[in-house]
């Protein structure tokens, strides 16, 4: 992973690791956030509990990549990220293991772990039938 991780995004990167997914969840409205922040969108508390997700949602946008953005990625493309709205009811983004031809609105996916040097990405692959 580049960058910092910071206080909030620390548990979400950790669980990854772990080959788990986890979400802050309101401690006053209990909706379910992500990316993770300091207080709720909705109601405005500080009060975050984070919880496991069942780590399967739904497709509900995708672009499929068909350009790499350097030499390293030329033999990634073409590839897919979409946003996947989580069973909990908020979205992530992230690389869904399908061929572009074969995503769709309303696919059935779950979470995947991808282990990198020194950190773990999150995937997803269509959901077994």
Known sequence: MTGDVDLESAPYWAALVEHRLVLQRCGSCSRHRFPPMPSCPWCGTTDTDVVEARGQGTVYSWVTVRRPFGD??????????????????????????????????????????????????????????
């Open 72 to 129: 390293a990625w030329a033999g990634e493309v073409p590839y897919v990220i979409a946003a996947v709205e989580l069973d909990e009811g908020c979205r992530v983004f992230a690389r869904v293991d399908v061929d572009a031809d074969d995503v769709a609105a309303g696919l059935r996916l779950d979470a995947r772990y991808v282990d990198h040097d020194g950190w773990s990405e999150l995937r997803f692959a269509p959901s077994a039938p």
